[in-house]
Protein backbone atom coordinates (compact mmCIF):
# COMPACT_ATOMS: atom_id res chain seq x y z
CA UNK A 1 0.00 0.00 0.00
CA UNK A 2 0.81 3.23 -0.48
CA UNK A 3 2.78 4.91 2.92
CA UNK A 4 2.66 9.23 2.93
CA UNK A 5 4.56 11.04 5.29
CA UNK A 6 3.79 14.84 5.42
CA UNK A 7 6.46 16.89 7.64
CA UNK A 8 7.26 20.69 7.62
CA UNK A 9 4.68 22.32 9.55
CA UNK A 10 5.41 24.84 12.61
CA UNK A 11 4.35 27.98 13.82
CA UNK A 12 4.54 31.08 11.93
CA UNK A 13 3.24 34.91 12.41
CA UNK A 14 0.58 36.39 10.03
CA UNK A 15 1.95 36.81 6.37
CA UNK A 16 4.75 34.17 6.91
CA UNK A 17 5.55 31.58 4.81
CA UNK A 18 6.21 27.68 5.24
CA UNK A 19 6.39 24.87 2.87
CA UNK A 20 5.20 21.19 3.87
CA UNK A 21 6.16 18.31 2.42
CA UNK A 22 4.60 14.90 1.30
CA UNK A 23 6.96 11.67 1.30
CA UNK A 24 5.71 9.30 -0.99
CA UNK A 25 6.99 5.86 -0.83
CA UNK A 26 9.05 4.53 -3.30
CA UNK A 27 7.81 1.38 -4.10
CA UNK A 28 4.58 3.32 -5.03
CA UNK A 29 3.97 4.10 -8.71
CA UNK A 30 4.23 7.61 -9.63
CA UNK A 31 1.55 8.21 -11.16
CA UNK A 32 -1.27 9.10 -8.63
CA UNK A 33 -3.55 12.00 -8.64
CA UNK A 34 -2.52 13.63 -5.02
CA UNK A 35 -4.12 16.08 -2.50
CA UNK A 36 -4.05 18.30 0.73
CA UNK A 37 -6.76 18.99 2.70
CA UNK A 38 -6.44 20.40 6.27
CA UNK A 39 -8.75 20.16 9.80
CA UNK A 40 -8.70 22.89 12.52
CA UNK A 41 -9.98 21.63 15.66
CA UNK A 42 -13.74 21.26 15.88
CA UNK A 43 -14.05 21.26 11.99
CA UNK A 44 -14.46 19.12 9.18
CA UNK A 45 -11.84 17.95 7.21
CA UNK A 46 -11.44 20.35 4.23
CA UNK A 47 -9.51 20.44 0.65
CA UNK A 48 -7.00 22.94 -0.14
CA UNK A 49 -5.53 21.40 -3.49
CA UNK A 50 -4.79 18.71 -5.71
CA UNK A 51 -2.58 18.22 -8.57
CA UNK A 52 -2.21 15.42 -10.94
CA UNK A 53 0.60 12.42 -11.59
CA UNK A 54 2.87 14.79 -14.19
CA UNK A 55 2.04 17.89 -12.12
CA UNK A 56 0.60 19.94 -14.95
CA UNK A 57 -2.58 20.53 -13.62
CA UNK A 58 -3.53 21.78 -9.96
CA UNK A 59 -6.40 23.15 -9.02
CA UNK A 60 -7.77 24.57 -5.12
CA UNK A 61 -10.12 25.89 -2.34
CA UNK A 62 -11.32 29.69 -2.75
CA UNK A 63 -9.52 30.28 0.50
CA UNK A 64 -6.24 29.55 -0.76
CA UNK A 65 -5.97 29.99 -4.49
CA UNK A 66 -3.18 33.01 -4.84
CA UNK A 67 -1.69 32.37 -1.88
CA UNK A 68 -0.90 28.18 -1.63
CA UNK A 69 0.86 26.41 -4.35
CA UNK A 70 1.01 22.60 -4.50
CA UNK A 71 3.83 21.35 -6.43
CA UNK A 72 5.45 17.96 -7.06
CA UNK A 73 8.86 16.31 -7.49
CA UNK A 74 8.38 12.62 -8.61
CA UNK A 75 11.95 11.81 -8.93
CA UNK A 76 12.15 12.60 -5.72
CA UNK A 77 8.56 11.27 -4.48
CA UNK A 78 7.67 14.05 -3.05
CA UNK A 79 4.34 16.42 -3.38
CA UNK A 80 4.97 20.25 -2.13
CA UNK A 81 2.43 22.64 -0.43
CA UNK A 82 3.90 26.15 -0.05
CA UNK A 83 1.79 28.29 2.01
CA UNK A 84 2.36 32.30 1.88
CA UNK A 85 0.86 35.09 2.92
CA UNK A 86 -0.73 32.67 5.43
CA UNK A 87 -3.44 33.97 8.05
CA UNK A 88 -4.74 32.88 11.35
CA UNK A 89 -7.60 30.79 9.48
CA UNK A 90 -5.05 28.62 8.07
CA UNK A 91 -3.97 26.96 11.72
CA UNK A 92 -4.91 22.92 11.13
CA UNK A 93 -3.68 19.70 10.89
CA UNK A 94 -2.00 19.75 7.09
CA UNK A 95 -2.43 15.91 5.31
CA UNK A 96 -2.10 14.82 2.51
CA UNK A 97 -3.58 11.61 0.35
CA UNK A 98 -3.96 9.91 -2.65
CA UNK A 99 -6.79 10.73 -4.96
CA UNK A 100 -8.49 7.26 -5.46
CA UNK A 101 -11.62 8.67 -7.43
CA UNK A 102 -11.35 10.15 -11.04
CA UNK A 103 -9.87 13.44 -11.73
CA UNK A 104 -10.57 16.05 -10.48
CA UNK A 105 -11.89 15.85 -7.46
CA UNK A 106 -12.46 17.98 -3.85
CA UNK A 107 -14.38 15.45 -1.98
CA UNK A 108 -12.66 13.28 0.87
CA UNK A 109 -13.95 10.12 0.47
CA UNK A 110 -12.44 9.95 -3.32
CA UNK A 111 -8.82 10.07 -0.98
CA UNK A 112 -7.28 7.50 0.51
CA UNK A 113 -3.76 6.62 1.92
CA UNK A 114 -4.08 9.38 4.02
CA UNK A 115 -1.10 10.42 5.78
CA UNK A 116 -0.36 11.30 9.50
CA UNK A 117 -0.80 14.83 9.07
CA UNK A 118 1.57 17.84 10.32
CA UNK A 119 0.41 21.11 12.16
CA UNK A 120 0.20 24.59 10.72
CA UNK A 121 -0.12 27.48 13.34
CA UNK A 122 -0.29 30.47 12.35
CA UNK A 123 -0.38 33.60 15.34
CA UNK A 124 -2.07 36.99 15.07
Known amino acids: QVQLVESGGGLVQAGGSLRLSCAVS????????MGWFRQAPGKEREFVAAINWSGGNTYYADSVKGRFTISRDNAKNTVYLQMNSLKPEDTAVYYC?????????????????WGQGTQVTVSS
Open 26 to 33: RRTPSTYN
Open 97 to 113: AVMRGSWPSMVGADFGS
